[in-house]
């Protein structure tokens, strides 16, 4: 055998593959195998980094490196090993575990080399695709992320308005019973269950959304609140949720569905730590930080979750923060979940601080400055001797409609209604300067709120409009459905809520004391 491998000069060949390895910053793998035995002449030195198996012991043992291999994908690689001996074909992807348990991508195919007679050898390259496989799962997740909002959008304003519908058919009814009714009872579980899904329903939105940067002032004790009907979905009925939330508000200045997303990731990770029953526990709380490394001196509010998962050790706490980092082995983690976190938290001018220790669970802890909360004057409740006028009313869907009519009646206006844009414009023509305040639907047959809007300009000018929309808000201002700066209410609205932002439109016209 010695003739044809030395018309191989598999040095020349493996040197110029590692130098190219090097001028691309990959990890690669170079074998040069003896032809029919299979036998390694030549292993370039990266063996050792990424297969940890020295050259030595390669060049000794021709299946050492095989033990680093994940059982799972071992007897797949043997067998395609012993074709590849056998003068067949090798292209194999496969798992490599590490000494540390950690998990590594490998693509390995195999090309005859020519000597003095043909296919005298094979020369192996085993690529290092860990990196490459992490960025298409970020991809792929990045594209069901996208897809969830789309869903999300499409069904958030009919879902809303079905809420909307329930909401406000329960209150007018309870107006409507007796206070002794045996009615009224069930009719406060109905209004609530539906109050219930509406929140489900932003939270939902507000999460696949994503990619929100929008920051305001934000309340951890609220946002944790609207996370938790999700977190006890995600997390199921063997985990307990628990929240422990501080007595006074604490504000921070932060993107809210961000604050949403944080915290379903981070339920995320303590559900995949937790190995059959356990524990999650959500808490706020304020610290004063006085000399920090990472921080300004000043008042933050924390917020942490506490898993009774089966911890990480010291090296993989230490990384976890780290891009497309994943410790546990077998999951189907991008290893972005953290990341993600840390990257929403730094914006927001916070940091993120990882404890763990095997068997002793992890605690995520965020820590957000803190801005001195003032409390938002409520508007004053519409009364008997005021906020009457005329109302128009544009709503495609006739449930929602009949609610919103309802409302403002039960509030002493007068209520005209419109089922589409057409309509809107015609009772607008014939009522011409005694309709006070209108109340549109964002999404109507053929039109927007915001056509609409300019249509009643033409005339009938300065008539103040009133938005209501199943969607998010930014998202409609973002795509030119309303004017900017206009008020827009999200459904299910309640009837308090309705009646206060009519009251106050009807006070920019000086109509408060107009009698219906």
């Given at each position: 055998?010695?003739?044809?491998?030395?018309?191989?000069?598999?040095?020349?060949?493996?040197?110029?593959?590692?130098?190219?390895?090097?001028?691309?910053?990959?990890?690669?793998?170079?074998?040069v195998h003896e032809p029919q035995t299979g036998r390694i002449l030549q292993v370039s030195p990266s063996v050792?980094?990424?297969?940890?198996?020295?050259?030595?012991?390669?060049?000794?043992?021709?299946?050492?490196?095989?033990?680093?291999?994940?059982?799972?994908?071992?007897?797949?690689?043997?067998?395609?090993l012993e074709q590849l001996h056998a003068g067949g074909p090798f292209n194999q992807e496969y798992r490599v575990?590490?000494?540390?348990?950690?998990?590594?991508?490998?693509?390995?195919?195999?090309?005859?080399?020519?000597?003095?007679?043909?296919?005298?050898?094979?020369?192996?390259?085993?690529?290092?695709?860990?990196?490459?496989?992490?960025?298409?799962?970020?991809?792929?997740?990045?594209?069901?992320?996208?897809?969830?909002?789309?869903?999300?959008?499409?069904?958030?304003?009919?879902?809303?308005?079905?809420?909307?519908?329930?909401?406000?058919?329960?209150?007018?009814?309870?107006?409507?019973?007796?206070?002794?009714?045996?009615?009224?009872?069930?009719?406060?579980?109905?209004?609530?269950?539906?109050?219930?899904?509406?929140?489900?329903?932003?939270?939902?939105?507000?999460?696949?959304?994503?990619?929100?940067?929008?920051?305001?002032?934000?309340?951890?004790?609220?946002?944790?609140?609207?996370?938790?009907?999700?977190?006890?979905?995600?997390?199921?009925?063997?985990?307990?949720?628990?929240?422990?939330?501080?007595?006074?508000?604490?504000?921070?200045?932060?993107?809210?569905?961000?604050?949403?997303?944080?915290?379903?990731?981070?339920?995320?990770?303590?559900?995949?730590?937790?190995?059959?029953?356990?524990?999650?526990?959500?808490?706020?709380?304020?610290?004063?930080?006085?000399?920090?490394?990472?921080?300004?001196?000043?008042?933050?509010?924390?917020?942490?979750?506490?898993?009774?998962?089966?911890?990480?050790?010291?090296?993989?706490?230490?990384?976890?923060?780290?891009?497309?980092?994943?410790?546990?082995?077998?999951?189907?983690?991008?290893?972005?979940?953290?990341?993600?976190?840390?990257?929403?938290?730094?914006?927001?001018?916070?940091?993120?601080?990882?404890?763990?220790?095997?068997?002793?669970?992890?605690?995520?802890?965020?820590?957000?400055?803190?801005?001195?909360?003032?409390?938002?004057?409520?508007?004053?409740?519409?009364?008997?001797?005021?906020?009457?006028?005329?109302?128009?009313?544009?709503?495609?869907?006739?449930?929602?409609?009949?609610?919103?009519?309802?409302?403002?009646?039960?509030?002493?206006?007068?209520?005209?209604?419109?089922?589409?844009?057409?309509?809107?414009?015609?009772?607008?023509?014939?009522?011409?300067?005694?309709?006070?305040v209108v109340v549109c639907d964002v999404m109507l047959p053929g039109a927007t709120g915001g056509d609409v809007?300019?249509?009643?300009?033409?005339?009938?000018?300065?008539?103040?409009?009133?938005?209501?929309?199943?969607?998010?808000?930014?998202?409609?201002?973002?795509?030119?459905?309303?004017?900017?700066?206009?008020?827009?209410?999200?459904?299910?609205?309640?009837?308090?809520?309705?009646?206060?932002?009519?009251?106050?439109?009807?006070?920019?016209?000086?109509?408060?004391?107009?009698?219906?």
């Open positions: 055998m010695s003739g044809p491998v030395e018309s191989l000069d598999p040095e020349p060949v493996a040197g110029e593959s590692a130098a190219a390895d090097k001028a691309h910053g990959s990890r690669e793998v170079v074998f050792a980094e990424v297969f940890g198996v020295a050259v030595e012991q390669v060049l000794s043992d021709p299946v050492a490196w095989t033990w680093r291999i994940h059982q799972e994908d071992r007897p797949r690689v043997l067998e395609a575990v590490g000494t540390d348990r950690e998990i590594t991508w490998i693509h390995d195919h195999a090309v005859p080399l020519r000597g003095q007679r043909p296919w005298t050898g094979r020369l192996r390259v085993a690529r290092d695709l860990t990196h490459t496989r992490a960025l298409e799962d970020q991809l792929l997740l990045a594209q069901r992320m996208e897809s969830a909002a789309l869903l999300a959008r499409g069904v958030s304003h009919d879902y809303n308005n079905l809420l909307m519908g329930l909401v406000g058919c329960a209150n007018l009814a309870l107006k409507a019973v007796p206070p002794d009714s045996g009615a009224r009872p069930w009719l406060d579980e109905i209004k609530t269950a539906a109050l219930e899904g509406a929140r489900l329903a932003r939270s939902l939105v507000l999460f696949a959304a994503g990619g929100e940067a929008t920051s305001s002032p934000v309340e951890l004790g609220d946002a944790v609140g609207q996370a938790s009907k999700l977190l006890r979905t995600l997390l199921g009925e063997e985990i307990i949720l628990r929240t422990e939330l501080d007595e006074q508000p604490l504000v921070v200045t932060a993107s809210f569905s961000g604050l949403q997303q944080v915290l379903l990731n981070l339920g995320m990770n303590a559900r995949d730590a937790i190995s059959g029953s356990g524990e999650v526990v959500v808490k706020t709380g304020r610290e004063q930080v006085w000399v920090d490394g990472s921080l300004p001196a000043g008042d933050y509010g924390l917020l942490s979750i506490q898993d009774s998962g089966t911890g990480m050790s010291e090296d993989v706490c230490r990384r976890a923060l780290e891009p497309f980092f994943s410790g546990r082995e077998g999951s189907d983690s991008t290893g972005l979940g953290l990341t993600t976190v840390d990257a929403i938290i730094r914006r927001a001018g916070g940091d993120v601080t990882v404890l763990s220790a095997p068997g002793a669970g992890t605690t995520v802890t965020i820590r957000l400055p803190l801005l001195e909360h003032e409390g938002e004057p409520s508007l004053p409740p519409c009364t008997e001797a005021c906020c009457r006028g005329t109302i128009l009313v544009v709503e495609d869907n006739a449930m929602v409609r009949r609610t919103l009519r309802g409302q403002l009646e039960a509030g002493g206006h007068l209520v005209l209604d419109a089922r589409d844009p057409a309509d809107a414009l015609t009772l607008v023509g014939e009522h011409r300067g005694d309709i006070h809007a300019t249509a009643i300009e033409a005339i009938a000018p300065g008539t103040p409009m009133l938005f209501i929309s199943g969607h998010r808000r930014d998202a409609l201002s973002a795509d030119g459905s309303v004017p900017p700066g206009a008020q827009v209410l999200q459904k299910p609205i309640g009837e308090a809520e309705l009646l206060s932002e009519v009251a106050r439109l009807l006070e920019t016209t000086g109509c408060i004391h107009t009698k219906a």
